[in-house]
């Protein structure tokens, strides 16, 4: 695909003006319902704007804009959230090995009541599964979680018997309300499959890198009665090694734009961007009191060329594949986590998770890649990259 072609199709895709309206509330699988116009509490001075929608037929009003937890480290930020009136807060067992969710359960004491609190498990099978709900309940300090997702699963054979029985036995037991699954690619697969096996909530890559490629499987889900919940909304534009450039791109109000981005369609019901500190907490809830703009859009799609080389949007759409085997959308992603969300312990450890022989594996090595990306990123130097950083 040329560039040209993709800055037509993203201008298309992005052409819609003005915040999108909460998603239909309660709408049954086969008839669902058009949702209300939205109407928003006066806040008070100084206080931000808070909009909810409703997730899918959980039933759950949420705020548009959630909190990410994954690489959140201040307590005090997760805290001032809940008091402004942010009410969904998204974790893992294996965010910062295992001690993100000690960190989210230590912020939410005394706000429980107040708040929904999603994880997620990477287990293999229903036994390992139940045993990381325990451990993620311990650690969480609460006696269940709203949303529990069956973890990065990005081919519909993921969401296995054994697995979806451990949700129906967590949900009888009342350790969960509700049943999901994540997936940063392999959106085509799953999203059919999380419909057809009837899950409540879909967490999902969504981000203006994207143009409107997944925008009908989106609507699918939200059409089904499931819970949308978007996350990369960012692009991965938040981290250090290009804290200058992401510094002059959100004075220029280009990370708001991206955030609002995502918000512009209402099957998207909620959004959970990584958040570090106050002032990105401040600059992400703007998102919900100011309109999508044409100047949003400009300075999105000037981003969107700026990124292209080395922002993989995990569309899975790869031309060719690793003769070595390598995963390279799984390696681009850890490489995301270091260079997008200044998080490099995280990309370490997933790249250090793969069998030895992958690890072992250098691009360098070959004359020539044989994986092409059709969105212009330069697969061979991005994973040459990750391989020197985290090998």
């Not at 309660?26 to 109407?39: C, G, H, Y």
Request: aromatic share 4%; net charge positive.
């Amino acid at each position: 695909m040329s560039t040209a072609r993709s800055r037509r199709e993203f201008l298309t895709a992005s052409a819609l003006g003005g915040l999108a309206l909460p998603a239909a509330a309660r709408a049954s699988v086969d008839a669902p319902k058009p949702a209300p116009p939205a109407t928003a509490p006066v806040p008070a001075a100084g206080a931000p704007v808070l909009r909810k929608r409703t997730l899918g037929k959980t039933g759950l009003e949420v705020t548009e804009v959630a909190f990410g937890c994954m690489i959140t480290s201040d307590q005090s930020v997760i805290e001032r959230a809940a008091d402004l009136g942010v009410n969904l807060f998204d974790t893992a067992r294996v965010y910062q090995g295992g001690n993100n969710e000690r960190l989210v359960g230590a912020a939410l004491k005394g706000r429980r009541d107040k708040v929904h609190i999603s994880t997620k498990t990477v287990g293999g099978t229903k036994a390992e599964a139940l045993g990381h709900l325990e451990e993620s309940l311990r650690q969480l300090g609460t006696d269940h979680v709203d949303i529990w997702y069956l973890h990065g699963k990005s081919s519909a054979a993921g969401l296995t018997d054994d697995l979806l029985d451990a949700q129906r036995t967590a949900k009888e037991q009342g350790k969960i309300r509700f049943a999901g699954v994540s997936c940063h690619s392999g959106h085509a697969e799953v999203v059919p499959a999380a419909i057809e096996k009837k899950l409540d909530v879909v967490l999902l890559t969504y981000n203006f890198t994207m143009g409107d490629r997944n925008d009908a499987l989106m609507q699918s889900l939200h059409d089904a009665g499931l819970g949308v919940v978007a996350m990369k909304v960012m692009a991965g534009g938040r981290g250090p090694d290009a804290a200058a450039a992401r510094e002059k791109l959100a004075a220029q109000g280009g990370m708001l734009s991206a955030l609002k981005w995502s918000l512009r369609k209402p099957f998207v019901h909620a959004t959970i961007p990584s958040t570090t500190d106050m002032a990105q907490l401040d600059e992400n809830l703007r998102a919900m009191a100011e309109p999508w703009t044409k100047e949003d859009e400009q300075r999105l799609v000037a981003r969107r060329e700026q990124i292209r080389p080395d922002d993989c949007s995990m569309c899975g759409r790869c031309e060719g594949a690793c003769p070595k085997g390598l995963p390279v959308a799984d390696v681009l992603r850890y490489l995301t986590y270091a260079d997008g969300y200044g998080h490099f312990a995280l990309g370490r450890e997933h790249f250090l998770a793969l069998p030895a022989a992958l690890r072992d594996v250098r691009c360098g090595d070959c004359a020539a890649c044989a994986v092409r990306c059709p969105e212009g990123v330069e697969v061979a130097r991005r994973v040459g990259r990750a391989q020197s950083l985290f090998a």
